[in-house]
Nanobody, 126 residues
Framework: QVQLVESGGGLAQAGGSLRLSCAGSGRTYRAYATGWFRQAPGKEREFVAAISWSGTSTRYADSAEGRFTISRNDAVNTVYLQMNSLKPEDTAIYYC???????????????????WGQGTQVTVAS
């Protein structure tokens, strides 16, 4: 069993930055790839970024490429999403999720991820 807790959301101005954290617990969490997804009001949940269990492989959605950076610190069982150059369209609830079966080829499909956090709200004002 894996539990995930997101934090770090809040209000930012356009062009600003936020860093989200995803704290994982459970004996096997370090063996999971972790992804970040987001869901804006009235829209479907979408993939943002993912990182392999080893931290050596990352993947980004086109909307995140060049602005967001995903990383992990296994010493504290935490995955981070550094978000820079924020835009109003980044406003959404951000979720982290764990994928047990991913190797170095990271997946963007929601159904690939077995465990989910409760989400953290990010609001970007123009």
């Amino acid at each position: 069993q894996v539990q995930l807790v997101e934090s770090g959301g809040g209000l930012a101005q356009a062009g600003g930055s936020l860093r989200l954290s995803c704290a994982g617990s459970g004996r096997t969490y370090r063996a999971y790839a972790t992804g970040w997804f987001r869901q804006a009001p009235g829209k479907e949940r979408e993939f943002v970024a993912a990182i392999s269990w080893s931290g050596t492989s990352t993947r980004y959605a086109d909307s995140a490429e060049g602005r967001f950076t995903i990383s992990r610190n296994d010493a504290v069982n935490t995955v981070y999403l550094q978000m820079n150059s924020l835009k109003p369209e980044d406003t959404a609830i951000y979720y982290c999720a764990a994928d047990r079966l991913a190797g170095q080829v990271l997946r963007s499909e929601i159904e690939a991820y077995e465990y989910w956090g409760q989400g953290t709200q990010v609001t970007v004002a123009s």
